[in-house]
């Protein structure tokens, strides 16, 4: 039987996550609702440092806040000694809020406003990751206006295929992120943040995409980025010690997913950088990676109770359940694949095909066909693997409310966000007293 994290079946036949029954936490909670297991994140963070720390280099593990923004996850990472990314006002007002340590924070994008530029300025912030030309002249701009020197590193793009969905492969040519390091921008920009008086320049980065399952892909990023550092020290004089190579490490969604271990995706890493700088004859840099999905995917399951189970002779069983795209968009935007159970009979075997579908008015199919035990009005169905990008990515679509989330450790249960209410909902809505006097003629 495929499980994760602390997952099991209890003497009750029902799924348990993190020593709590499923079917207590949705009669106690409602559903949808997310299911976050402490254990496991911890856990993934603790062997993302270790797998780094066996290969006796200097890593900086840094939490991609965006698989997961919350003031929970963020505390759990503070306690873990990881460092985050941040790549809004918002995700940066949530580090600060969990007190997460502001030399720890790095924050990434492509269009940072003046807003959160000055934000992240002003709070102390560890990294600027600078994305272009005209970033590097406004960040340079208000630290001098402030009187403040920025640490920053540069965000490249090595030109690296990863095989991945094409709207999460962003380390291309062809990318809005970055200075492309084939055509010239990499140097250019080396250059300019070199002659900038208010920043200083720290190294270089890059992120090639998410959802990697092979290895060989990170080596051919890893081996471009550490070749351009020597191209730097050759023509320009200048040794960088750090270097960010970014994120990626996918994780299981289906049984049949097979991705890189962390300590095999640390060798990975590590390796190619050594090999790269003995080729080159430099000096083993200080590493940063940025893992999300890798540390709290698995640990995420999202439960829904079934409604209506429609039989349609000849073709399919749909089995509907109470969420669907507003607290799911992956299937409609990445065909993202997903394995689930019947939580209320979880040591039962599978016995009927059937599709997953939302209740939105839209196609809104979440699993296109699989199979499950005995599905009945009011089971519960446990969706596995939706703790990265599954609530960071939940709408208000077809005014939905965004369901909970609670945090599951030892038997425990707390509430980490609160699930909208209707009045939620209407909260920012306003109606223009001309429309209240009646309709114009």
């Known amino acids: 039987m495929f499980l994760l994290g602390t997952q099991s079946v209890n003497e009750q036949n029902h799924l348990s996550i993190g020593g709590c029954d499923v079917v207590e936490l949705a009669q106690e909670f409602g559903t949808p609702l997310f299911v976050m297991d402490e254990a496991d994140i911890r856990g993934k963070m603790r062997a993302m440092k270790a797998a780094f720390e066996a290969q006796g280099v200097s890593c900086h593990v840094t939490y991609a806040s965006k698989a997961f923004p919350c003031l929970a996850i963020a505390k759990i990472a503070a306690q873990e000694g990881l460092w985050i990314d941040v790549a809004s006002a918002g995700e940066l007002l949530t580090a600060l809020r969990a007190d997460f340590p502001v030399e720890k924070i790095i924050f990434h994008g492509n269009n940072k406003s003046l807003e959160e530029l000055e934000m992240a300025v002003r709070a102390g912030i560890g990294r600027v990751i600078v994305d272009n030309f005209d970033e590097l002249e406004r960040l340079n701009a208000i630290c001098a206006e402030l ?161 209506t189970v429609k039989e349609i002779e000849g073709v399919r069983t749909y089995v509907s359940v109470d969420g669907g795209i507003s607290d799911n968009p992956r299937p409609a935007l990445y065909e993202a694949k997903y394995h689930f159970v019947n939580a209320s009979k979880a040591g039962d075997a599978p016995n009927k095909t059937v599709a997953v579908a939302g209740k939105h008015c839209e196609t809104d199919v979440l699993i296109e066909e699989t199979q499950i035990a005995d599905p009945q009005r009011g089971d519960l169905i446990a969706v596995f693997s939706t703790g990265a990008y599954n609530y960071a990515m939940a709408s208000n679509y077809n005014r939905f409310r965004r369901p909970a989330v609670v945090l599951v450790n030892d038997g425990e249960a707390d509430i980490i966000i609160e699930r909208e209410s209707l009045e939620d909902v209407l909260r920012l809505d306003a109606l223009p007293q001309r429309l209240m006097e009646g309709a114009l003629v």
């Open 147 to 307: 009187g403040a020197i920025q640490p920053i590193m540069l965000r490249l793009t090595p030109g690296v295929d990863p095989h991945t969905h094409k709207l999460i492969s962003v380390g291309g040519v062809d990318t809005k992120f970055g200075f492309n390091i084939a055509g010239g921008m990499a140097r250019r920009a080396v250059e300019a943040a070199l002659e900038a008086q208010h920043v200083e320049l720290l190294g270089v980065g890059c992120h090639i995409g998410s959802q990697i399952l092979d290895a060989p892909f990170f080596t051919l990023a890893t081996s471009g980025m550490t070749k351009f550092l020597a191209q730097i020290r050759d023509e320009l004089g200048v040794t960088f010690s750090q270097l960010d190579l970014g994120g990626g490490l996918g994780i299981r969604y289906l049984p049949s997913h097979t991705p890189p271990s962390m300590e095999e995706y640390a060798a990975t890493l590590v390796g190619t950088v050594r090999d790269a700088c003995e080729e080159y004859g430099l000096e083993m840099p200080n590493l940063a990676i940025e893992p999300g999905r890798s540390l709290v995917g698995e640990a995420g399951t999202t439960i829904y109770r079934i409604g």
